[in-house]
């Protein structure tokens, strides 16, 4: 089988997920949210969002696990500053992805991603993704499985 040329692989260890679900799905909304992340001095490394069916947005974001910690006391603090239905957390996670540079000409990559990731039952926990990037996160106990199921699909440099 051949393999499919990126530009690379990224990735980021030692990462606590922020669920913030169930968000009136209004503009100024995430605004007021990552203003209020920054005024607690945390700086996100990423961020997924989607509205759901009822019509509420839900957010995906990951901090590093010293300001994870941190937030575990401002849980509800967060949920009241955007009238959330409910913020959770969940410690040990790392993004992995693959970056292009030709993304929009290469219409195999998010499926080969996934694909190889489902083949060894990697739980993909969010995705985000830009014109070169696709990434997901994945438990920090299965990044090296993670790591080594993307060798096997793409050719790295």
Do not use: W
């Amino acid at each position: 089988m051949r393999k499919l040329t990126v530009g690379g692989m990224i990735e980021s260890k030692g990462l606590t997920l922020i669920r913030v679900m169930g968000v009136p799905d209004r503009p100024g909304i995430a605004g007021k949210l990552f203003r209020h992340l920054a005024t607690l001095r945390v700086n996100v490394e990423f961020i997924s969002s989607a509205t759901d069916l009822l019509g509420t947005a839900n957010l995906i974001l990951c901090v590093n696990s010293e300001a994870g910690s941190r937030l575990e006391d401002e849980l509800e603090g967060l949920r009241a500053c955007v009238d959330a239905g409910r913020v959770d957390s969940l410690g040990d996670v790392a993004t992995i992805g693959v970056y292009g540079p030709h993304f929009r000409e290469t219409p195999d990559v998010a499926a080969q991603l996934f694909s190889c990731l489902a083949e060894k039952e990697i739980q993909v926990l969010g995705v985000s993704t830009s014109i070169s990037t696709v990434a997901c996160l994945v438990r920090g106990s299965e990044l090296q499985s993670a790591r080594d199921a993307i060798c096997c699909v793409f050719a790295l440099p």
